[in-house]
Nanobody, 132 residues
Framework: QVRLVESGGGAVQAGGSLKLSCVPS????????KGWFRQAPGKEREEVAS?????????????YYTDSVKGRFTITQDNANDIVYLQMDNLKPEDTAMYYC????????????????????WGQGTQVTVSS
């Protein structure tokens, strides 16, 4: 069984930065899609970013971002430990939400990277609050 644990959330002022971490435990396969999603109170869960990891012949490493975070957020992975990070810069009040890490442990990301239903495992979430 795979378990995901997020950390790094907190409260910052607009323009500030935070770096979220997602540490997995259990068996992580060589082809995965790992993502960050967020959910604000009263709103649906939405995609933030995903990173696809696999052999070069299937694309190697690819990153995906939702438009509202492009240029501000960066998703990376520590390949030795399968830890996924989300560096968030120039944070805005509208970024306030609970942030969740997700893992598809069967395949690399595709055009449906933004679809929560493709992910098999989820973390418990870490809260990010941005004040104006």
């Amino acid at each position: 069984q795979v378990r995901l644990v997020e950390s790094g959330g907190g409260a910052v002022q607009a323009g500030g930065s935070l770096k979220l971490s997602c540490v997995p435990s259990g068996v992580i396969y060589s082809r995965t899609c790992k993502g960050w999603f967020r959910q604000a109170p009263g709103k649906e869960r939405e995609e933030v970013a995903s990173i696809s990891v696999g052999p070069l012949y299937v694309g190697g490493i690819s990153e995906y971002y939702t438009d509202s975070v492009k240029g501000r957020f960066t998703i990376t992975q520590d390949n030795a430990n399968d830890i996924v990070y989300l560096q968030m810069d120039n944070l805005k009040p509208e970024d306030t939400a609970m942030y969740y890490c997700a893992l598809d442990n069967r395949r690399t990301c595709g055009d449906d990277w933004y679809d929560p239903s493709r992910y098999d495992f989820w973390g418990q979430g870490t809260q990010v609050t941005v004040s104006s």
